[in-house]
Structures are given as structure tokens and as C-alpha cells.
């Protein structure tokens, strides 16, 4: 969301009260309108105010809100033409919006305070993903925004036990990663027998595990698609022509993987 610079009272009202840029149009807001949003403002705080742009400074408005956890969150209220009749519309960086609670006789602090409801609701779900973040090695996205709520984990040797301790309860024990038994053929990665039926897997469609760990003690079992797709991930990955070399995600003894192989 992209946002001006800091507005103050001053700058606002002297909007107001300038040349609009529509000068002449008849769909100018009355001036009743901007003494209203000015009170209403007042109410909110002329400290949390970020901006104000459109209709004379007031037709959109972005405050700045902190949560209980000191998080820095930003709203941006556009007021439309009709407005109060009409609630505000809002857009600000969280994974949902709430369901606004509007009247006719609403103003600009009940929305705020509606977002601070909102944003208490979410707190945990935050605090989770935190985390996740400091705990597990996360590949995507790099830099998460408030409003993200995916996460792409590389999965090494310490996965469980780090997963383990984000839920804060124990886990079952992982599966045996020795495939001496000629059952053991799911992928490390996947963890399933065989791909999925699909033309753009090409040769690979359907097929089994067709790639393990050198290494006697791992001797984990993959699909080279899957761990082909797992090294792309990975920022320690070198390529040499058609062949991606990194580790193994179980023991991480090197592994090496062509990339051509459709």
C-alpha cells in the first residue's frame, strides 16, 4: 500500500480548503462534509493520522495503529461520496478484513475501534507465525508481510523436532528413513509411492522413486522431480550445466540431481 507523507492537521485543512482539483465540478463534497471528518478526526487522534489525499485531503485516509504486542499497522479509510450513509471502505495489511458494524450516526473512531478488535483476534495467530519465522528455515516468502499466511519450510534433518517445539507438543517419531526393506520406497520429500498422473511431469508421470542418498545410513529415497524442485529451493545450491548439486535434506551429504531429465 503506498502511502504519502506524514500528514498533519495543517496540511489537511489547508487541502480542504485549497483549489481542489476538480475545480468547478459539481460532485464537490459540502463543506459541512469536511467539518464532520475533521471532528471525527479529532476523535481518532491528528497524531495517528499518516494522510490524507483525494477531495481536498479527506476522502482517504491512512492512520497508524499499534497492537497490543506493539506492532505497527496501517489503515486506509476511504470515505465515499455518500458517506456516513454509506460505510467507509477499508484496506489494511492483515490476512482478513473484519465485517464492519456500520450506522448511519457512525464515525471514524468506531472503525478504528473495530480494527483494534480485529487486530486483537489475530494476536495468536501472529505470535505462530513469529515462530515459524525465528525456528524453522523458512524459503518463501523472504520478507512476510502482516497480511501473509503461507510459509514454505525447507525440510532438514532438525524439521521435526523444530515443528515439534512450534506446536509445543510432542510429535509421533518420524518414519524410518532405512529402506533396507523394499516397502520403504515412499519420497522423502512428498512422501508418496508414486507422482501424480500429469502431462507436464512429462517421463516422470506416475512413476515411483527413482533417486536415494548415497549415503549408507540415510539411503533415503526421493523422486528426482521432488528433490529436484526441493535444491531450486535451497540457496546453497550450485548448478554446473544440467545438473543441480546440494544436500540431502535428511543426513546432508551431498546430492546431485539433472535438471533436464524430462
Known amino acids: 500500500m503506498a502511502l504519502h507523507a506524514t500528514s498533519s492537521r ?9 483549489e481542489p482539483e476538480w475545480a468547478g465540478d459539481a460532485s464537490r463534497r ?4 469536511y ?16 494522510s490524507g489525499k483525494g ?21 486506509e479509510i476511504t470515505l465515499p461520496m455518500n ?14 478484513l473484519p465485517e464492519l458494524q456500520w450506522s448511519k450516526g ?3 473512531k468506531d472503525v478504528v475501534c473495530q480494527f483494534q478488535e480485529h487486530l486483537k483476534i489475530l494476536q495468536d495467530y501472529w505470535s505462530i507465525m513469529d515462530d515459524i519465522d525465528k525456528v524453522l528455515w523458512v524459503v518463501d516468502p523472504t520478507k512476510p508481510t502482516f497480511a501473509m499466511s503461507h510459509r514454505r519450510i525447507a525440510l532438514d534433518k532438525k524439521f521435526h523436532e523444530n515443528l515439534s517445539t512450534v506446536l509445543d507438543f510432542a510429535l509421533p517419531p518420524p518414519p524410518s528413513v532405512n529402506i533396507e526393506d523394499d516397502e520403504q520406497v515412499d519420497c ?11 502431462d507436464e511431469l512429462g517421463t516422470h508421470s506416475g512413476g515411483t522413486t527413482d533417486y536415494t542418498c548415497e549415503n549408507p545410513s540415510c539411503s533415503r529415497a526421493f523422486h528426482s522431480v521432488c528433490l529436484r524442485d526441493w535444491l531450486r529451493a ?14 540431502c535434506p535428511y543426513c546432508s551429504d551431498p546430492v546431485a540431481v539433472k535438471i533436464t531429465d524430462r
Open 10 to 18: 495543517d496540511s489537511v485543512r489547508a487541502d480542504a480548503e485549497g
Open 30 to 33: 459540502p463543506a459541512a462534509f
Open 35 to 50: 467539518s464532520a471528518v475533521f471532528a471525527q478526526i479529532e476523535e481518532v487522534g491528528w497524531e495517528r493520522l499518516v
Open 55 to 75: 477531495d481536498g485531503g479527506v476522502s482517504c485516509l491512512v492512520f497508524r495503529i499499534l497492537d497490543d504486542q506493539g506492532r505497527n499497522h496501517l489503515l
Open 83 to 96: 458517506y456516513p450513509s454509506s460505510p467507509p471502505c477499508l484496506v489494511a495489511d492483515v490476512p482478513y
Open 106 to 108: 457512525s464515525r471514524l
Open 188 to 198: 522423502g520429500i512428498c512422501y508418496a509411492k508414486h507422482l501424480p498422473i500429469d
Open 234 to 247: 535451497i540457496t546453497t545450491t550450485r548448478q554446473s550445466f544440467d545438473v543441480l548439486f546440494g544436500n
